[in-house]
């Protein structure tokens, strides 16, 4: 009687099981295909330590797994992609940082054109740009006497967050007197 709480006994790694963990998983998260296989894949050497031994059988299941999840709706890497895209556009995000973002988490490059061909489009990007300078003040958004003296500084800011040169300058330049 030392121990307060209880033992957690030692999951028997099966289908059945790795099955359980994937839906709990994406009933908190949406993921993408290949970071549904990676969790899986980790999820699996928690429990065995060592992958080595049954990576065959393991891999099979993870496929049978993500094949009946994708048939079901749970999984769609089109559907994850537009959401992600979408909200890093209302945070400002660039297109191309948009881009790299999808590519960094697993997306094929099918999806990223589609995805960014449905909304590649200078307003949205001009936008974006915007709702960047206000959050850091830059240009329109400084002190009326700061602006000329920080405009490079300000176009650099711009450019660092991946926009092109045009739309920096647009942005940074806009409402002169």
Same mark, same amino acid.
């Given at each position: 009687m030392d121990r307060i709480g209880y033992a957690v006994p030692k999951q028997v790694l099966s289908f059945e099981t790795l099955r359980k963990a994937g839906l709990r998983y994406l009933e908190r998260y949406a993921a993408s295909t290949n970071a549904f296989k990676s969790v899986l894949r980790r999820k699996v050497i928690r429990m065995e330590g060592d992958? *080595?031994? +049954? =990576?065959? *059988? #393991?891999?099979?299941?993870?496929? &049978?797994? #993500?094949? $009946?999840?994708?048939? %079901?709706?749970?999984?769609?890497?089109?559907?994850? %992609? *537009?959401? @992600?895209?979408?909200?890093? !556009? $209302? $945070?400002?995000?660039? @297109?191309?940082?948009?881009? %790299?973002? @999808? %590519?960094?988490?697993?997306?094929? $490059?099918?999806?990223? =054109? /589609? #995805?960014?061909?449905?909304? =590649?489009? *200078?307003? &949205? &990007? @001009? &936008?974006?740009?915007? !709702? #960047?300078? /206000? /959050?850091? +003040?830059?240009?329109?958004? +400084?002190e009326k006497e700061e602006r000329k003296a920080n405009r490079n500084r300000d176009l650099g800011v711009l450019a660092k967050a991946g926009f092109p040169y045009s739309i920096s300058k647009q942005v940074i330049d806009s409402f002169e007197t």
């Open positions: 992958l *080595e031994q +049954r =990576s065959v *059988e #393991v891999d099979k299941w993870i496929g &049978e797994i #993500v094949s $009946r999840f994708t048939k %079901a709706g749970l999984l769609n890497d089109n559907l994850v %992609a *537009e959401n @992600l895209c979408s909200s890093l !556009l $209302r $945070r400002g995000t660039s @297109l191309k940082m948009i881009k %790299a973002k @999808l %590519a960094a988490k697993g997306f094929e $490059r099918d999806i990223i =054109s /589609r #995805v960014l061909g449905d909304i =590649s489009g *200078e307003q &949205e &990007e @001009l &936008e974006a740009a915007f !709702l #960047v300078a /206000r /959050r850091k +003040r830059l240009g329109p958004y +400084r």
